[in-house]
């Protein structure tokens, strides 16, 4: 921290991050609290419900739960609008729900949660107690997020969902050092705040270089990918009206591969897991000379060091390193090229569709 103690953050809160930080350890405990009834009572399957953005943040937990499960586990990501049309199948009075809301009002989150009650499906929600879907989960069954000071990405809603979610495979036998990583982790919200000093100018030279270009690829996978779909779909389209492809690293060499030539963007997250891989060599056939190097940016997680964090760990809060690298502060500066406020929208929430 010493190097970066007195870097300025454009329109960031750093003491009042580091406050939230403190917070969320205690959040966090009730999360596992919840988690811990959950495993004493039992449960056949558990579900991930979202849509738009908390869809994308809760496929890291997807990831997780069945990268560290055992094979009898069952966890499913579903979204909340297509549940509401077509159900699953699955889902019985014994499974389990986590689910979050920032606002306590999402509509189609509300309404799935309503039909879950009503067939006896236990439903745990990060959101507002006080809010529709606060009161519709039970306020006992609700875990509200530490204060918000207008800083940081994601991290913090990952971190709430990963206390719930690792904490049920603590229980299973599946992750037995969970203690050891709350411990480890209790603090990495100043490790954050250093990665951002540190990304700032990087973040700063991004977005004059491509926050204008017509068209930008993303291309992420494994932990990394649902914060690849929110940052080019909830930021970069919704509150920056750009165009955008988001494609796993998986699936870039089976059509999008064919988009690429001078000109085009294409910015890669690489991750710390096993889909790595499929991330080098995508990056070695983007540095082949397809295109210029101008038109290729790779943000690499595992670049960016947190002290004192065990490596079996580094998978985990990897997602919590990317949002605040392009969530954060690329967003921050996409905002002072194109001039275009990041809370300003044409259709969402500004009448009814």
Not at 98 to 117: F, V
Not at 153 to 159: D, L, M, Q, S
């Amino acid at each position: 921290m010493e190097e970066t103690e007195k870097v300025e953050i454009m329109n960031f809160d750093q003491k009042g991050y580091l406050k939230d930080g403190e917070e969320l350890y205690k959040v966090g405990k009730k999360m596992a609290a919840l988690a811990d009834k959950v495993a004493e009572e039992g449960y056949d399957a558990v579900f991930l419900l979202g849509v738009g953005g908390t869809w994308d943040e809760l496929m890291q937990l997807e990831y997780m739960m069945n990268k560290f499960g055992d094979k009898d586990l069952e966890c499913y990501l579903i979204h909340a609008a297509e549940y509401n049309v077509s159900g699953h199948k699955r889902m019985t009075e014994k499974s389990v729900v986590l689910t979050a809301s920032d606002s306590g009002t999402t509509p189609e989150i509300l309404q799935a949660i309503t039909t879950m009650k009503e067939q006896g499906v236990r439903v745990f929600a990060m959101t507002k107690p006080e809010g529709p879907i606060g009161q519709a989960a039970g306020a006992e069954n609700c875990v509200q997020m530490a204060s918000d000071h207008g800083s940081g990405g994601c991290e913090g809603g990952y971190y709430l969902a990963d206390c719930f979610g690792l904490r049920l495979l603590y229980h299973r036998g599946c992750f037995p050092k969970y203690d050891a990583f709350i411990e480890q982790t209790r603090g990495i919200w100043s490790d954050l705040l250093d990665i951002r000093k540190r990304f700032e100018p990087k973040a700063e030279e991004i977005a004059k270089k491509y926050a204008l270009a017509p068209y930008t690829m993303f291309i992420g996978g494994g932990a990394l990918w649902g914060e690849t779909i929110l940052f080019a779909m909830c930021i970069l389209e919704e509150m920056q009206w750009k165009r955008t492809r988001y494609v796993t690293s998986a699936d870039f060499f089976h059509g999008t591969l064919e988009l690429v030539e001078p000109g085009v963007p294409v910015i890669l997250f690489k991750g710390e897991d096993e889909y790595r891989a499929l991330d080098n060599r995508v990056e070695a056939f983007l540095k082949s000379g397809v295109t210029g190097d101008d038109d290729v940016v790779v943000i690499d997680t595992a670049e960016y060091a947190i002290e004192g964090l065990d490596p079996e760990f580094r998978v985990i809060v990897s997602p919590w390193i990317l949002t605040v690298l392009v969530t954060d502060r690329v967003s921050r500066y996409y905002e002072t090229v194109t001039k275009h406020n990041l809370q300003y929208r044409r259709y969402y929430h500004q009448f009814d569709y």
